[in-house]
């Protein structure tokens, strides 16, 4: 039987920030280092530095394999202690990052950001814009923000085809978990002919009306299919009779399915 990560030997928040990253087997985290992390949830980086020194005192999470910290190059006391404040602790992680994001970090200054990109250069770090995402999006006429424009670059989407690698759980992430965003660029994105990955659970605006999933919001603030169904019993009961029939629908299709 395998080791479950409320078996470890770490702190109970460094549990609960493995819950919320969805990690709940220690086989989970095989193959996986800081970098790996910071990539496949590359909107909680701020999570995975604060467990990263326990995971790693245990041996659960080995560091990556010839990495380049920050603290292997020469660099200045500002510089470097702005990428600590910042969860950035190897130079690879830069490229995560676009030139705006970079920019924006504080107390960076125009003179730190030269040194930045000099030793980007330096070490063959290439920076990008997300110019060019929007550019090649304007066509399309989407609503994006500028803080969704840095979402899309986390998540490597450059071109309208590209979104199409997303799932709609990558879209909540990127629309900074707003659920009334996500469901708006759900179907504006559907409507232009992307098609969401799978991924372990669904919004409820992908299976019922749009009315009804906006019900279920205002009232309950129940947003997936998992929700629905853990607290369906008790809730259901007082429903209006308007939202009755879809939510029973989902209820008895995700009960054949599981």
């Known amino acids: 039987m395998g080791l479950y ?9 460094a549990k609960n920030m493995l819950h919320e990253l969805g990690f709940t087997m220690v086989s989970d985290l095989e193959g996986h280092d800081y970098i790996s992390l910071i990539q496949k949830f590359p909107l909680k980086r701020h999570y995975v530095a ?14 990556p394999e010839n990495a380049v910290t920050i603290y292997d190059v020469s660099m200045s ?29 504080r107390n960076l200054g125009e003179q730190t950001m030269i040194e930045l990109e000099q030793l980007c250069k330096a070490q063959g770090i290439e920076l990008r814009s997300v110019q060019n995402i929007k550019e090649n999006l304007a066509s399309y006429q989407l609503p994006f923000r500028p803080i969704h424009y840095e ?13 199409n690698k997303l799932t709609t759980h990558d879209l909540h992430m990127i629309c900074q978990r707003n659920y009334t965003d996500t469901m708006k660029m759900y179907f504006i994105l559907k409507d232009k002919g992307i098609i969401f990955q799978e991924w372990e659970d669904k919004y409820l605006f992908e299976v019922m009306s749009r ?14 299919v998992s929700q629905l169904c853990a607290c369906a019993e008790i809730l ?14 989902v209820l008895e299709e995700y009960n054949i399915k599981n």
């Open 5 to 13: 990560i409320d078996d470890l030997e770490i702190s109970y928040s």
């Open 50 to 63: 604060a467990i990263i020194q326990e995971l790693n005192s245990v041996g659960y999470l080995l560091p």
């Open 77 to 105: 006391q500002r510089l470097l202690h702005i990428l600590e404040r910042n969860y950035i602790l190897y130079l690879s992680q830069l490229s995560l990052c676009s030139k705006e994001e970079l920019a924006r970090m």
């Open 151 to 163: 979402g899309l670059y986390k998540y490597k989407i450059a071109t309208f085809d590209e979104l």
């Open 211 to 224: 009315k009804d999933s906006q019900t279920l919001d205002r009232r309950y603030r129940i947003y997936t």
């Open 236 to 249: 259901i009961v007082g429903m209006p009779p308007s939202i009755l029939p879809s939510v029973k629908a």
